[in-house]
């Protein structure tokens, strides 16, 4: 909310939910998306009217579909009830498209649930839309068959993003001229062979030992048919500290 407060002028105009319903925030900034997205609600209040969550529901749709700098400028500081405002900013909300809590009902069987909610997205999409790659993977073993290609790259996210210019803002130009041949003058600063095809495991260091025993004990356990967690390791530290040997070794 506090990016919806916070929006260029150039986008007084939009409600928070039809903000987000056309609008992706990337990079400090919003940025029109290619096409609607996916909004739920959650808790969802019901909309059964007069009920006992009557009051939640009208703040809800009045902070989705009224245009607001703050929630002070919507209720007068707390003067003026929800259910007051719903009822002055009636048309206002109409205007926007309906969001997921769908229109007030006067009986308690014509109310749209959670559950009825759900049945719109098949389980298995939902599973599928939301799964992070490495949770499907790391489930596979070290034996599987991948059929399945990445969508790195294709989504929203990464179309959005400026992979060339974002971390050159960090480096000045002689640095930048130099990157090509960062690696080399790495690896003759800290004797390290880089490009060396034939890794040897007993040269690794005591913290690249234990990491490389606990991956193979992992991997020995899979093997051999145990019932084990996936396992989920980063390997972290500077350039030069030995990261891409011991994933050689690996």
């Not at 903000?19 to 992706?24: A, M, V």
């Not at 609600?41 to 529901?57: A, D, H, K, N, V």
């Not at 020995?220 to 390791?233: F, R, S, T």
């Given at each position: 909310m506090k990016r919806y407060w916070d929006r260029a002028t150039d986008l007084e105009e939009f409600s928070l939910y039809r903000?987000?319903?056309?609008?992706?925030?990337d990079n400090g900034?919003?940025?029109?998306?290619?096409?609607?997205?996916?909004?739920?609600?959650?808790?969802?209040?019901?909309?059964?009217?007069?009920?006992?969550?009557?009051?939640?529901?009208?703040?809800?749709?009045?902070i989705l579909h009224v245009r607001h700098r703050n929630i002070q400028e919507l209720n007068e500081d707390g003067t003026v009830t929800w259910?007051?405002?719903y009822e002055r900013y009636k048309v206002e909300i109409n205007n926007d498209p309906n969001d997921a809590l769908g229109e007030p009902v006067d009986k308690e069987e014509d109310e749209i649930t959670d559950e009825e909610d759900d049945l719109e997205v098949p389980e298995d999409d939902y599973e599928e839309e939301f799964r992070a790659d490495w949770m499907v993977l790391a489930e596979m073993g070290p034996n599987a068959n991948i059929k399945q290609s990445s969508e790195l790259g294709t989504r929203d996210m990464d179309k959005n993003h400026d992979w060339i210019n974002e971390d050159k803002q960090y480096y000045d130009n002689s640095e930048l001229m130099e990157a090509n041949t960062f690696l080399e003058r790495v690896s003759k600063n800290e004797g390290i062979e880089v490009d060396e095809d034939n890794v040897d495991y007993t040269t690794l260091n005591e913290k690249q030992k234990q990491i490389f025993k606990r991956i193979e004990?992992?991997?020995?356990?899979?093997?051999?048919?145990?019932?084990?967690?996936?396992?989920?390791?980063?390997?972290?530290g500077t350039a030069g500290t030995g990261k891409s040997y011991l994933i050689k070794s690996i």
């Open positions: 903000l987000n319903l056309t609008h992706k925030f900034q919003w940025k029109q998306s290619t096409k609607e997205n996916i909004i739920r609600i959650w808790p969802r209040p019901s909309s059964l009217r007069e009920g006992p969550q009557w009051e939640e529901y009208c703040r809800v749709k009045v259910t007051t405002l004990s992992h991997y020995l356990n899979m093997n051999a048919g145990h019932q084990v967690e996936p396992l989920k390791i980063m390997i972290m």
